[in-house]
T-cell receptor
């Protein structure tokens, strides 16, 4: 079992819709969870961090964490074509991060 | 307020040569991480350093690869006797000191290494 698992996609949503990205992790003692966005040929960009169970909202983005189910998700409201990218879930292992393989999101105009 | 800086952005080396990749962390950040991303693959952790200390190098290949973060100057990832399989994007990230768990890591623009 991979430490951090994501569906590779592509996930295709129409412009204006909600995109839902999911991630599961295997280490029950993980405490820090992050979502990164990576455009093709570019470096990962941190978009959300979450440390407690529940929801955390920042603009059009909402991160959700359920430690009992070992599940993290990212919702993108009012999706825009500029949101088309690969989204990486990262979970801490001690002081370090383990990344999932990423989900490719395509937002169609 | 400069972000994480890496240089060079692109590096071409012939097989057998040495590659040196440099990373300067964000101001106030004392933790540096190196990752490798092969084409169409995910980010793989290589090494975690603090000033003058290698904290975890569990992701580093056992041979030809080394990393340092001296008291003065940037962190350096060194690859000796490069082979074609070393062709990849190498990213550096930095984070502030943290007490519990992992801090937010901010990535540099990366160095694209091509071995011919």
């Amino acid at each position: 079992q991979k430490e951090v698992e994501q569906n590779s996609g592509p996930l295709s949503v129409p412009e204006g819709a909600i995109a839902s990205l999911n991630c599961t992790y295997s280490d029950r003692v993980s405490q820090s969870f992050f979502w990164y966005r990576q455009y093709s040929g570019k470096s990962p960009e941190l978009i959300m961090s979450i440390y407690s169970n529940g929801d955390k909202e920042d603009g059009r983005f909402t991160a959700q964490l359920n430690k009992a189910s070992q599940y993290v998700s990212l919702l993108i409201r009012d999706s825009q074509p500029s949101d088309s990218a690969t989204y990486l879930c990262a979970v801490n292992r001690g002081n370090m991060l383990t990344f999932g393989g990423g989900t490719r999101l395509m937002v169609k105009p | 307020n400069a972000g994480v800086m890496q240089n060079p952005r692109h590096l071409v080396r012939r097989r057998g040569q040495e590659a040196r990749l440099r990373c300067s962390p964000m101001k106030g950040h004392s933790h540096v991480y190196w990752y490798r991303q092969l084409p169409e693959e995910g980010l793989k952790f290589m090494v975690y350093l603090q000033k003058e200390n290698i904290i975890d190098e569990s992701g580093m290949p056992k041979e030809r690869f080394s990393a340092e973060f001296p008291k003065e100057g940037p962190s350096i990832l060194r690859i000796q006797q490069v082979v074609r399989g070393d062709s990849a994007a190498y990213f550096c990230a930095s984070s502030p000191p943290m007490t519990v768990g992992a801090g937010e890591q901010y990535f540099g623009p990366g160095t694209r290494l091509t071995v011919t």
